[in-house]
């Protein structure tokens, strides 16, 4: 069936749609997201292909056209459910003048998935999300068995920062300034020793208190002697949960803060009836031993909750205007990404 565009879906209604894919959905598709997107040029457009609904981000590129990004989508398993929407998708995006659609669909990697999703006229490309490799989590049925799964070394750490005085507190949506403003202010610590080039204060604080006041979205803070040393921001849509991002303090003064504050989401989690939860971001399984990989300590810290990583096959593009799409990936995207800069740190993605 082709594409159709859903006009102002209600955010309830739109998320219930996105959790009734074939995967259950992806917090990425979900309607706040796309509200939390607009603050970085992208307009979210909401639409149903073959009874799969997608949230679609599009953007101008001036002197290139427009782009459309699918992210964490579509939400199917198999290649056999992507490959009608991958033609859905490129005859929409064909009618309007795209230049690429680029796709982030969560397929289990394989060598034969990846040669037959080129094999639908894409072309694999850089994932634009962190969690490409990960560690999913499965939930137990209630909070009392939770700390029970856990790996010895894992479930001793929590146990230590409870003993050891660390206090958990749940953000919740009426909560002021204040408090989004020091989790900027531990999480912008963390970002310039790490020379990470991200958006400021504005964009995040906003970004995290519109995915708050939506529902999906839990801010958990550690602090010790009153002081916040750590927090996570975690996310439910459906049956699955995830880690969405976080920070910490780099010295410590309590070991297992980060373990506590992941046990507080996966709760959460359970209460809203996920049955999973996504640490969000590895190591690829084939490089889990390589201590140059950017991620290689959160791989570390991750394991320690389930040893397996899950590597996803990653994007592809859907290319409709070939020759502007090889500018773009020369030169294009650089040169577009300085044009629309508005404060050090934005990215075109």
Known sequence: MPL??????????????????????????????????RMANWEPRYAVADGVAMTIHTKRAPGFGTVWYVPKGPCVSTVEELAPLVESLREAARREGV??????????????????????????STPVQPNASTVIFELPQSQDELL???????????????RDGVEIERV???????????????WATLVQE????????????ESWRTMVRSGLAQPVVARVDGQMVAWALVTSLGEGAAYKEGASVRDRPVPGVSQL??????????????????LVGTPHSTR??????????????????NKHVTDWVGAFDIVLRPRRYAVWQRIGQRVVTRLQRREPGDAFW
């Open 4 to 37: 159709t565009f859903v006009t102002s879906p209600a955010p309830a209604e739109w998320d219930a749609r996105i959790a009734a894919t074939p995967n259950k959905g992806n917090i990425f598709q979900s309607h706040a997201l796309g509200q939390v997107k």
């Open 99 to 124: 230049m690429f659609v680029r796709i982030e669909p969560e397929i289990l990697e394989s060598s034969e998935a990846v040669a037959a999703i080129e094999a639908l006229g894409t072309v694999r």
């Open 148 to 162: 029970a799964t856990y790996p010895s070394k894992t479930r001793n750490m929590v146990r230590r920062a409870l």
């Open 172 to 186: 919740d949506a009426d909560s002021g300034p204040e408090i989004y403003a020091q989790m900027y202010a531990v």
């Open 194 to 205: 790490q020379s990470l080039g991200v958006r400021g204060q504005d964009y995040f604080v």
């Open 261 to 278: 504050l992941q046990y507080e989401g996966m709760r959460w989690a359970i209460e809203r009836g996920a049955r999973t939860y996504d």
């Open 288 to 305: 889990l031993d390589d201590v140059t990989d950017m991620r290689h300590g959160l791989g570390i810290f991750k394991r320690g909750f």
